[in-house]
T-cell receptor
């Protein structure tokens, strides 16, 4: 069965500092991995995906994520955080041959000015 | 439409009543998904419609829950005999490709259901 773990309920970072939001997954076969963001009072938005190829994928708003097969991780990163990045972030996985996407519990990111 | 539209945005119902939640996906999107987001929880998969194929209902929590998608477009999620544990935000999403891998899912703003 597919599963996603986001070990941190909340991440706090100062504006201008790098940020990392952690995600690990469990899936049969090759994983398809995604990050979504939910800003206050707004719907979930697609940020980026890993399907195949380069382990470092780039997405919207300057975010990137690194796929690590041996550690079954897909951590979200940004070199310099903005206050406007404060939101709820969800990691998600889809298994090879499966069509439903399983989401993690979410990590709330607070960026302080 | 320009985005995924869900109605109503808020619904308060009495325990035991039936409710219908509506989702209008982006025109041309072939796949449609329903998820449930409870307070402090992640997104719980409910059901997936893929083109003209039979839906994947594996996430529906009980037989009180059902969904249909008419004409490959609008979808309705029905909850019969609502219980307090059904209170949550019900999210609908659609995707251009059949599995949402190319462009991801586009989510609606959700319906907040409160059962009192």
């Amino acid at each position: 069965a597919q599963s996603v773990a986001q070990p941190e309920d909340q991440v706090n970072v100062a504006e201008g500092n790098p940020l990392t939001v952690k995600c690990t997954y469990s899936v049969s076969g090759n994983p398809y991995l995604f990050w979504y963001v939910q800003y206050p009072n707004r719907g979930l938005q697609f940020l980026l995906k890993y399907i195949t190829g380069d382990n470092l994928v780039k997405g919207s708003y300057g975010f990137e994520a690194e796929f690590n097969k041996s550690q079954t991780s897909f951590h979200l990163k940004k070199p310099s955080a903005l206050v406007s990045d404060s939101a709820l972030y969800f990691c998600a996985v889809q298994g090879n041959g499966g069509f439903k996407t399983i989401f993690g519990a979410g990590t709330r990111l607070f960026v302080k000015a | 439409g320009a985005g995924v539209s869900q109605s109503p945005s808020n619904k308060v119902t009495e325990k035991g009543k039936d409710v219908e939640l509506r989702c209008d996906p982006i025109s041309g999107h072939t796949a449609l998904y329903w998820y449930r987001q409870s307070l402090g929880q992640g997104l719980e998969f409910l059901i997936y419609f893929q083109g003209n194929s039979a839906p994947d209902k594996s996430g529906l929590p009980s037989d009180r829950f059902s969904a249909e998608r008419t004409g490959g477009s609008v979808s309705t999620l029905t909850i019969q005999r609502t219980q307090q544990e059904d209170s949550a935000v019900y999210l609908c999403a659609s995707s251009l490709d059949l599995v949402g891998r190319t462009y991801g899912y586009t989510f609606g703003s959700g319906t907040r259901l409160t059962v009192v």
